[in-house]
C-alpha cells in the first residue's frame, strides 16, 4: 500500500512552519496515542504514520529530500539504521539509490555489497507521555523497551554451539553471483545464502539462526527541563544489536505533553483562564491564581473588562534550549451570575434602573460605542 504525503498526514501545507509542525503533531498524536485508543490497531498505525511523518518533517535535510525527492528521498532502507535517508542517524546517498534501481531491474543487490560485512542495527523509537509539570521541570522515566540483541547463546553467528557457518559453495562467500544475460554481465545476490556468504546448516536452537533474539529492558530517561511535544532525547548505543559484530543502533525517544487541565502553552509562555466575578470585576480586588511554583496574589484593579490579560513575569517556561523564561499570561472571564434568587433579581433590576437614570454612556462606554456604530452603518445603507 502506497504512503500518504506527509503533509497530508499531519493536515499542514507544504510551507507549514516548524511551530505549525508541532502544533499539528501534538494534536494527531493525541488523537491517535495508543494508551487512549487501548487495542484499536488502526489507531496504532495511524499513531505510527503520524510519527514518521513528523519525523521526516521536522528536520530540515530531510524535509528539503522528501519535497524534492518524495518519499523515496526518506526511505529508512536507504540508511544504515532505522531513520535512515539523507539526515543524521542514517548513511544514505544518492549512489546507493542509483545501485538499488538497477539492482531491481536486473534482480541482484546492484550495491555489490555483501551482507558478510559488519553492519550497524537499526535505530529505534519510543514515544514518551509526560505531564506539563514534568516537561517544564524536567524528571527521570523508567521506560520498558523490546529490542533485538546478540544471540548469548550463539555469540551472534546464528550457528549451534560448538558449530559455525560455512562458506557458501554457490557464491565462493561473496554473496553475490554472476549471471550472462545477452551482452550484459550482471551480478546479483545468491540465492543460496541470500547475500550473507556463510551458510549455517545447523542454526542455534535459540535464535534459530538468526543471531540476534528480542529482549526487554528497562532504561532511565533524564528528560531535561523545558521540553516540549516533539522534542527528541537521544540515547547512543541503546537500538538494535548490530550485525557481524557492528555496533548497535541509537534509541530516540520522541517527547509528548499531555494537555493540561489549567494552563496552556504556547513555545515558553503559559496561558490560563481566571473566572471572576461580576462584584469583583466591577469594584476590583485581590484574587489568588496558580501557578507551577505555587499560588500567587493577582490585583484586579476596579472596573477591569473580560478578556483583559494579567502578566505574571517568569512565571513560564525555561526553554531546553537556553533562553530567558517566560511568562504566565492570565486572562479574565467575567462570569454572568446564574440560579438567581427573587431577592438577588430585584437588586439587579435596581441597579439597572439607576443606571438608566444615569444614561448607559457613563457604565457602559462600549455598549454605546457599539449601538452608534450599528445606527450609522444603518443609516448609511438607505442612502
Keep these: ?227 516540549d511535544s516533539g522534542d527528541r532525547i537521544r540515547l547512543a548505543g541503546e537500538g538494535e544489536a548490530g550485525f557481524n559484530g557492528g555496533p548497535p543502533g541509537d534509541l530516540y525517544v520522541q517527547v509528548y505533553v499531555k494537555d493540561h487541565p489549567i494552563f496552556h502553552r504556547d513555545g515558553k509562555h503559559l496561558y490560563c483562564e481566571v473566572p471572576i466575578s461580576i462584584i469583583d470585576a466591577a469594584l476590583g480586588g485581590e484574587l489568588e491564581v496558580p501557578t507551577l511554583d505555587g499560588r500567587v496574589k493577582l490585583k484586579v484593579p476596579p472596573e477591569t473588562q473580560t478578556g483583559k490579560l494579567f502578566r505574571l513575569r517568569n512565571k513560564g517556561v525555561t526553554p531546553v534550549r537556553g533562553g530567558s523564561q517566560g511568562d504566565l499570561l492570565c486572562r479574565v472571564v467575567v462570569e454572568t451570575p446564574v440560579n438567581l434568587t427573587t431577592k438577588q433579581k430585584e437588586l439587579l433590576k435596581e441597579l439597572q434602573d439607576s443606571f438608566e437614570a444615569e444614561g448607559h454612556h457613563r457604565q457602559s462606554p462600549k455598549k454605546t460605542s457599539w449601538f452608534e456604530n450599528v445606527k450609522n452603518f444603518f443609516g448609511d445603507m438607505k442612502v
Design 1 to 227: 500500500m502506497a504512503k500518504r504525503d506527509y503533509y497530508e498526514v499531519l493536515g499542514v501545507a507544504k510551507d507549514a512552519s516548524e511551530r505549525d509542525l508541532k502544533k499539528a503533531y501534538r494534536r494527531m498524536a493525541m488523537k491517535y496515542h495508543p494508551d487512549r485508543n487501548p487495542d484499536d490497531k488502526d489507531a496504532e498505525n495511524k499513531f505510527k504514520e503520524v510519527n514518521e511523518a513528523f519525523e521526516i518533517l521536522s528536520d530540515s535535510q530531510k524535509r528539503a529530500a522528501y519535497d524534492q525527492y518524495g518519499h523515496a528521498g526518506v526511505d529508512p532502507s536507504q540508511g544504515a539504521g532505522g531513520f535512515g535517508g539523507f539526515g543524521a542517524g542514517g548513511a544514505g546517498s544518492f549512489s546507493d539509490i542509483f545501485g538499488d534501481v538497477f539492482g531491481d531491474i536486473f534482480g541482484g543487490g546492484g550495491g555489490g555489497r555483501s551482507q558478510s560485512s559488519v553492519q550497524r542495527g537499526a535505530d529505534l523509537r519510543y514515544s514518551l507521555e509526560l505531564d506539563l509539570e514534568e516537561a517544564v521541570k524536567g524528571v527521570s522515566k523508567k521506560i520498558r523497551i523490546p529490542t533485538q540483541v546478540e544471540c548469548g547463546t550463539c555469540d551472534g553467528s546464528g550457528a549451534k554451539k560448538g558449530s559455525k557457518p560455512e562458506t557458501c559453495t554457490t557464491c565462493g562467500g561473496v554473496g553475490q553471483v554472476r549471471m550472462q544475460q545477452g551482452f550484459f554481465s550482471v551480478q546479483q545476490t545468491c540465492p543460496a545464502c541470500h547475500g550473507s556468504g556463510k551458510v549455517i546448516k545447523d542454526p542455534c536452537h535459540s535464535c534459530h539462526g538468526s543471531g540476534r533474539t528480542e529482549e526487554y529492558k528497562t532504561l532511565s530517561v533524564k528528560v531535561p527541563a523545558g521540553v
